[in-house]
Protein backbone atom coordinates (compact mmCIF):
# COMPACT_ATOMS: atom_id res chain seq x y z
CA UNK A 1 0.00 0.00 0.00
CA UNK A 2 1.11 3.39 -0.79
CA UNK A 3 1.88 6.21 1.63
CA UNK A 4 0.51 8.79 -0.60
CA UNK A 5 -3.11 8.46 -1.39
CA UNK A 6 -4.81 10.10 -4.72
CA UNK A 7 -8.60 9.54 -6.04
CA UNK A 8 -8.29 6.56 -8.63
CA UNK A 9 -9.96 8.36 -11.55
CA UNK A 10 -11.36 12.35 -12.05
CA UNK A 11 -12.98 13.59 -14.83
CA UNK A 12 -13.40 17.06 -16.35
CA UNK A 13 -15.18 18.86 -19.03
CA UNK A 14 -12.83 20.60 -21.92
CA UNK A 15 -11.72 23.78 -21.13
CA UNK A 16 -12.88 23.24 -17.20
CA UNK A 17 -10.52 23.38 -14.47
CA UNK A 18 -9.50 20.24 -12.33
CA UNK A 19 -7.87 19.69 -9.34
CA UNK A 20 -6.05 16.46 -8.66
CA UNK A 21 -5.11 15.66 -4.91
CA UNK A 22 -2.65 13.50 -3.05
CA UNK A 23 -2.54 13.10 0.58
CA UNK A 24 0.07 11.67 2.75
CA UNK A 25 1.41 12.87 6.47
CA UNK A 26 4.91 12.95 4.93
CA UNK A 27 3.66 15.59 2.71
CA UNK A 28 3.23 17.77 6.11
CA UNK A 29 7.17 18.06 5.81
CA UNK A 30 8.53 17.39 2.20
CA UNK A 31 7.12 19.00 -1.55
CA UNK A 32 5.27 16.50 -3.74
CA UNK A 33 6.42 16.59 -7.33
CA UNK A 34 3.93 15.48 -10.12
CA UNK A 35 4.06 13.41 -13.40
CA UNK A 36 1.90 13.28 -16.12
CA UNK A 37 1.77 9.94 -18.36
CA UNK A 38 0.39 8.75 -21.61
CA UNK A 39 -0.23 5.70 -22.46
CA UNK A 40 2.72 3.64 -23.76
CA UNK A 41 5.25 6.80 -22.26
CA UNK A 42 7.52 7.28 -20.06
CA UNK A 43 6.51 9.74 -16.73
CA UNK A 44 7.24 13.48 -17.44
CA UNK A 45 7.40 16.24 -14.41
CA UNK A 46 5.34 18.47 -14.51
CA UNK A 47 5.46 20.46 -10.70
CA UNK A 48 8.18 20.39 -8.37
CA UNK A 49 9.27 22.04 -5.26
CA UNK A 50 4.95 22.68 -4.45
CA UNK A 51 4.30 24.83 -7.65
CA UNK A 52 7.37 24.86 -10.13
CA UNK A 53 7.50 23.90 -13.09
CA UNK A 54 9.99 22.48 -15.79
CA UNK A 55 10.56 24.24 -19.20
CA UNK A 56 8.32 23.25 -21.71
CA UNK A 57 4.97 22.33 -19.08
CA UNK A 58 2.42 24.89 -19.99
CA UNK A 59 1.17 27.29 -17.06
CA UNK A 60 -2.32 25.58 -16.75
CA UNK A 61 -0.24 23.44 -14.62
CA UNK A 62 0.13 24.81 -11.07
CA UNK A 63 0.29 22.62 -7.67
CA UNK A 64 -0.71 23.69 -4.27
CA UNK A 65 -0.39 22.64 -0.68
CA UNK A 66 -1.47 22.51 2.70
CA UNK A 67 -0.91 20.61 5.66
CA UNK A 68 -1.29 16.84 4.70
CA UNK A 69 -2.47 17.32 1.19
CA UNK A 70 -0.86 18.65 -2.26
CA UNK A 71 -2.83 19.07 -5.30
CA UNK A 72 -2.44 19.87 -9.06
CA UNK A 73 -4.77 22.06 -10.67
CA UNK A 74 -5.00 22.29 -14.99
CA UNK A 75 -6.84 25.12 -15.76
CA UNK A 76 -8.54 24.71 -18.83
CA UNK A 77 -7.72 21.20 -19.36
CA UNK A 78 -6.83 20.40 -22.74
CA UNK A 79 -8.00 17.02 -25.03
CA UNK A 80 -4.12 16.47 -24.42
CA UNK A 81 -4.05 16.35 -21.11
CA UNK A 82 -5.86 13.65 -20.78
CA UNK A 83 -3.41 10.98 -18.72
CA UNK A 84 -2.28 9.63 -15.80
CA UNK A 85 -0.97 11.85 -12.86
CA UNK A 86 0.97 10.06 -10.18
CA UNK A 87 2.52 12.40 -7.14
CA UNK A 88 5.39 11.04 -5.26
CA UNK A 89 7.25 12.37 -2.05
CA UNK A 90 9.89 11.44 0.53
CA UNK A 91 7.84 8.80 2.86
CA UNK A 92 7.73 9.52 6.54
CA UNK A 93 10.76 8.09 7.32
CA UNK A 94 12.46 10.31 4.66
CA UNK A 95 14.61 6.92 3.45
CA UNK A 96 12.44 6.11 0.98
CA UNK A 97 10.60 7.97 -1.95
CA UNK A 98 7.37 6.95 -2.80
CA UNK A 99 4.47 7.30 -5.13
CA UNK A 100 0.79 7.85 -4.86
CA UNK A 101 -1.05 5.39 -6.93
CA UNK A 102 -2.20 7.57 -9.37
CA UNK A 103 -5.43 8.92 -11.13
CA UNK A 104 -6.79 8.60 -14.43
CA UNK A 105 -7.99 12.23 -15.77
CA UNK A 106 -10.63 11.84 -18.20
CA UNK A 107 -11.01 15.02 -20.69
CA UNK A 108 -14.93 14.88 -21.67
CA UNK B 1 19.25 12.52 -21.29
CA UNK B 2 18.86 8.88 -19.93
CA UNK B 3 18.64 5.66 -22.12
CA UNK B 4 17.52 2.09 -20.63
CA UNK B 5 18.86 -1.09 -21.80
CA UNK B 6 19.47 -4.50 -20.44
CA UNK B 7 16.03 -5.69 -19.93
CA UNK B 8 14.18 -9.30 -21.40
CA UNK B 9 12.81 -12.04 -20.20
CA UNK B 10 14.55 -14.29 -17.64
CA UNK B 11 13.22 -17.42 -15.42
CA UNK B 12 12.32 -17.34 -11.41
CA UNK B 13 15.34 -17.19 -9.32
CA UNK B 14 17.96 -16.07 -12.56
CA UNK B 15 19.80 -12.13 -12.64
CA UNK B 16 19.49 -9.65 -14.80
CA UNK B 17 21.79 -6.55 -15.21
CA UNK B 18 20.00 -3.02 -16.23
CA UNK B 19 22.20 0.12 -17.56
CA UNK B 20 21.48 3.41 -17.90
CA UNK B 21 23.17 5.73 -20.13
CA UNK B 22 23.46 9.40 -19.37
CA UNK B 23 24.17 12.41 -21.76
CA UNK B 24 23.46 16.19 -21.63
CA UNK B 25 24.29 16.55 -18.22
CA UNK B 26 26.67 16.22 -15.41
CA UNK B 27 26.14 12.83 -14.72
CA UNK B 28 28.00 12.78 -10.94
CA UNK B 29 26.94 15.54 -9.69
CA UNK B 30 23.07 14.03 -9.29
CA UNK B 31 21.68 11.33 -7.85
CA UNK B 32 20.16 8.73 -9.68
CA UNK B 33 17.04 6.47 -9.51
CA UNK B 34 15.39 3.71 -10.44
CA UNK B 35 11.68 3.55 -10.85
CA UNK B 36 9.38 0.50 -11.69
CA UNK B 37 5.92 0.01 -13.21
CA UNK B 38 4.51 -3.82 -13.68
CA UNK B 39 1.94 -4.28 -16.25
CA UNK B 40 -1.16 -1.85 -15.79
CA UNK B 41 -0.27 -0.65 -12.62
CA UNK B 42 1.44 2.66 -10.99
CA UNK B 43 4.63 3.85 -10.34
CA UNK B 44 6.92 2.19 -7.51
CA UNK B 45 10.58 3.71 -6.55
CA UNK B 46 13.00 0.75 -6.18
CA UNK B 47 16.66 2.66 -5.72
CA UNK B 48 18.78 5.78 -5.63
CA UNK B 49 22.38 6.14 -5.34
CA UNK B 50 23.98 9.12 -4.63
CA UNK B 51 26.71 11.26 -6.64
CA UNK B 52 29.64 9.21 -5.67
CA UNK B 53 28.10 5.96 -5.22
CA UNK B 54 28.44 5.59 -1.11
CA UNK B 55 24.77 6.31 -0.19
CA UNK B 56 22.02 3.50 -1.79
CA UNK B 57 18.65 2.93 -0.70
CA UNK B 58 16.16 0.39 -1.45
CA UNK B 59 12.49 0.08 -1.39
CA UNK B 60 12.03 -2.78 1.21
CA UNK B 61 10.58 -5.57 -1.54
CA UNK B 62 14.20 -6.00 -3.42
CA UNK B 63 16.85 -5.41 -0.32
CA UNK B 64 19.26 -8.06 -0.79
CA UNK B 65 18.51 -9.01 -3.94
CA UNK B 66 18.89 -5.28 -6.11
CA UNK B 67 22.20 -3.60 -5.98
CA UNK B 68 22.27 -0.10 -7.49
CA UNK B 69 25.89 1.28 -8.71
CA UNK B 70 27.04 3.96 -11.39
CA UNK B 71 30.53 4.66 -13.24
CA UNK B 72 30.43 8.09 -13.44
CA UNK B 73 34.03 8.30 -15.56
CA UNK B 74 31.24 6.25 -18.16
CA UNK B 75 28.03 8.39 -17.48
CA UNK B 76 26.44 4.68 -16.70
CA UNK B 77 23.87 3.79 -14.02
CA UNK B 78 22.79 0.10 -13.26
CA UNK B 79 20.70 -1.93 -11.50
CA UNK B 80 21.92 -5.49 -10.87
CA UNK B 81 18.94 -7.63 -9.73
CA UNK B 82 19.14 -10.93 -8.22
CA UNK B 83 16.73 -14.25 -7.27
CA UNK B 84 14.44 -12.23 -9.73
CA UNK B 85 10.71 -13.27 -8.59
CA UNK B 86 7.28 -12.80 -11.04
CA UNK B 87 6.45 -9.81 -8.61
CA UNK B 88 9.51 -8.26 -10.63
CA UNK B 89 7.74 -8.07 -13.95
CA UNK B 90 7.63 -4.58 -14.99
CA UNK B 91 8.94 -1.88 -17.16
CA UNK B 92 12.25 0.21 -15.70
CA UNK B 93 12.87 3.15 -16.00
CA UNK B 94 16.48 5.41 -15.09
CA UNK B 95 15.31 8.63 -13.55
CA UNK B 96 17.54 11.40 -12.80
CA UNK B 97 17.04 13.41 -9.29
CA UNK B 98 15.99 16.99 -10.57
CA UNK B 99 18.35 18.83 -7.75
CA UNK B 100 22.31 19.78 -8.19
CA UNK B 101 24.34 18.71 -5.66
CA UNK B 102 21.63 17.38 -3.19
CA UNK B 103 22.87 15.81 -0.09
CA UNK B 104 19.34 13.52 -0.47
CA UNK B 105 17.48 12.33 -3.09
CA UNK B 106 14.99 14.84 -3.38
CA UNK B 107 12.58 12.59 -5.35
CA UNK B 108 11.83 15.17 -7.80
CA UNK B 109 12.54 12.96 -11.11
CA UNK B 110 13.42 14.33 -14.52
CA UNK B 111 14.15 13.28 -17.01
CA UNK B 112 13.47 9.52 -17.08
CA UNK B 113 13.71 7.26 -19.77
CA UNK B 114 12.08 5.36 -22.33
CA UNK B 115 11.98 2.21 -19.85
CA UNK B 116 13.28 -1.25 -20.22
CA UNK B 117 10.83 -4.46 -20.12
CA UNK B 118 11.63 -6.77 -17.31
CA UNK B 119 9.46 -10.58 -17.65
CA UNK B 120 10.35 -13.20 -14.96
CA UNK B 121 8.56 -15.98 -16.13
CA UNK B 122 9.05 -19.72 -16.46
Known amino acids: SSELTQDPAVSVALGQTVRITCQGD??????ASWYQQKPGQAPILVIY???TRPSGIPDRFSGSSSGNTTSLTITGAQAEDEADYYCNSRDSSGNHVVFGGGTKLTVL | QVVESGGGLVQPGESLRLSCAAS????????MNWVRQAPGKGLEWVAS????????KFVDSVMGRFTISRDNAKNSLFLQMNSLRAEDTAVYYCARDRVVGASYSVGWFDPWGQGTLVTVSP
Open chain 2, 49 to 56: INQDGSVK
Open chain 2, 24 to 31: GFTFSLYW
Open chain 1, 49 to 51: NKN
Open chain 1, 26 to 31: SLRNYY
